[in-house]
């Protein structure tokens, strides 16, 4: 079963950010030697064309500086791509890549720019005009500064419905991915998210695709029933109740 896994921050603050959003070096490095070991990591469109193969991609969310100088090397140790989705309102914030480092990481072999709003607004909370600015602006301003087309986006806090989908394709955007949110379709596809609660455990069954949020296994487990869904690797029972309790959090506040 495809993965995609989305990290945001390569960091250990103190205290940790709101949302379970940061994640050691030394932890992400165990991840990628995993991931570099185990799984098929391909580049996100790959995971687009609808083979079988059980394909993993990594992005990150946001456009943190440390994407560059602490996740960059790992990756590139590794030689594992991933698709860096940026919110343009963000570029040259302090702690975010300035427009120099973004155009550097565009040129990257390993670097696919993707757009990720504006100004990281909630979408579902916005009329169709106001989302339809954050989209065309957004990718506007990365395509300006990368010299590159960008097609790909991902929704601030994974939050986007039927509606927005449709906009975001009218909008020019090839696919979209959300986080567990949405209907799973082409402008809403499903990822993961990672941070510092998840121990190797928890990590390899989300970079395995058996790991789901039991509101998310409560929604496969209804469209099995009416015979839409076959549950590949979605088994209740490999879940700690724990461990699903948690992810919850994480997941509303991407
Ligand atoms: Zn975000």
Redesign the pocket.
């Known amino acids: 079963m495809h993965s995609i896994l989305v990290y ?1 921050t390569i960091s250990e603050p103190a205290v940790a950010l709101p949302g379970d959003i940061d994640i050691s070096r030394e932890k992400f490095a165990r991840q990628l030697q995993w991931l570099a070991r185990r799984r098929q990591v391909v580049r996100l469109a790959e995971t687009l064309s609808g083979t079988s193969k059980r394909l993993t991609a990594i992005t990150f ?2 456009g943190y500086r440390d994407n560059l100088t602490v996740a960059l090397p790992l990756l590139e140790k590794f030689e594992l791509p991933m698709t860096l989705f940026v ?1 343009a309102g963000f570029v040259g914030r302090e702690g975010y890549l300035s427009r120099d480092e973004l155009r550097e990481m565009s040129r990257h072999p390993l670097i696919t720019i993707g757009a ?1 709003g504006l100004w ?1 607004r909630h979408f579902t909370l916005l009329d169709a005009a106001e989302a339809r600015h954050e989209m065309m602006e957004s990718r506007s301003q990365l395509e300006s500064i990368t010299g590159l087309d960008v097609d790909l986006m ?1 929704w ?2 994974g939050e986007c419905n039927v509606e927005l989908e449709a906009l975001s394709k009218e909008c020019g955007y090839r696919a979209a991915w959300s986080v567990w949110k949405g209907s799973n379709a082409q402008h809403s596809l499903w990822r993961v998210p990672l941070g510092r609660r998840d121990n190797m455990l928890r990590f390899i069954a989300k970079a395995s695709g058996a790991y789901f949020p039991t509101k998310v296994l409560e929604q496969k487990w209804e469209r099995f029933r009416n015979g839409g869904d076959n549950l590949e690797c979605a088994d209740p029972s490999a879940l700690s109740p724990g461990a699903t309790r948690r992810s919850r959090s994480s997941v509303d506040s ?1």
Do not use: E, G, L, R
């Open positions: 945001h969310d946001d919110t990720h990281h991902a601030p806090y991407i």
